[in-house]
């Protein structure tokens, strides 16, 4: 017997069950057959042109992505689009395509549980509560708060997240010599969650791509604001969960190799 694509479906929806993901959301097998035999496996947070060439020259079949490609239904599928060259080349190349999006956002131990790890925190509680059924014990849901033994100075917690998520820069907003007690992790983009946080209580936001109107506000509000980045806040945390996957094949008794692409990279540039 060989693992097939739809044992990784089952697998995953066991670590990031797909009741869990958002309303607008789309998550499992994107593209492939739940029949076929998997050889290896490349994890990468989006499934870019580079991403499905890395895969073919590896020769991983299958592609496990955060971000799904089909976030909305497309009208067409051609190559005069960059969707359709994607889900084209994907059938040619014989690769299937998984996502596990805001499902493993969600989840316990999930995305933002091993943010919170990362970073050197703990005893974290949910921002928003999942209200699926059976997760709805307060364990799931999107963000998490955490509330330091002892505050700390945001001139250090930048510091902090710069080297725990293993940044060259950060943005923020706040005094550098303000404390901060009580934190926010929203991973990703999280500036939906950063009112429900405020209604927490929280001194600081730990997400990615605030916008100029977000971080003016909090900032008159006097809420700190630490945009790490929407890449920044998820691809190591996307290494451990390739590393979840790994054991969890290994535990049906299968070998196959668990890759991490070496062509995933933050699109933004800094000079």
């Excluded at 020259?57 to 239904?73: D, G, Y």
């Excluded at 493993?104 to 925190?121: A, C, R, T």
């Excluded at 901060?180 to 929280?202: F, P």
């Amino acid at each position: 017997m060989s693992l097939r694509v739809k044992d990784i479906c089952s697998i995953m929806e066991k670590v990031a069950p797909k009741k869990l993901s958002q309303n607008y959301d789309n998550v499992g097998l994107m593209v492939g057959n739940f029949e076929k035999n998997i050889s290896s496996i490349l994890v990468a947070l989006d499934c870019t042109l580079t991403v499905i060439e890395e895969a073919k020259r590896k020769k991983c079949n299958f592609i496990f992505t955060h971000h799904p490609l089909l976030f909305k239904r497309p009208n067409s599928i051609t190559t005069g689009t960059l969707l359709g060259e994607k889900i084209i080349k994907l059938i040619k190349d014989d690769i299937d395509l998984y996502s596990s999006h805001t499902n493993l956002d969600s989840v316990k131990g999930g995305l933002n549980d091993i943010l919170v790890e990362i970073l050197g925190f703990s005893n974290a509680s949910v921002i928003e509560p999942s209200t699926a059924e059976g997760f709805n014990d307060g364990n799931s849901g999107i963000g998490r708060v955490v509330v330091l033994d002892k505050r700390i100075k945001l001139s250090e917690l930048c510091e902090l997240v710069k080297e725990k998520l293993e940044l060259t820069h950060l943005t923020y907003t706040g005094e550098e010599e303000s404390f901060i007690e009580k934190i926010a992790l929203i991973n990703g983009s999280g500036t939906s969650y950063m009112d429900m946080s405020r209604k927490l209580g929280v001194d600081c936001i730990i997400t990615g791509d605030v916008t100029y109107h977000y971080a003016s506000d909090y900032a008159e509000m006097g809420i700190a604001v630490i945009d790490a980045g929407h890449f920044g806040t998820e691809w190591l945390a996307l290494k451990k969960v390739a590393s979840v996957l790994k054991n969890e094949i290994n535990k049906l008794g299968y070998n196959n190799s668990v890759l991490l692409s070496e062509v995933t990279r933050n699109p933004y540039k800094t000079k």
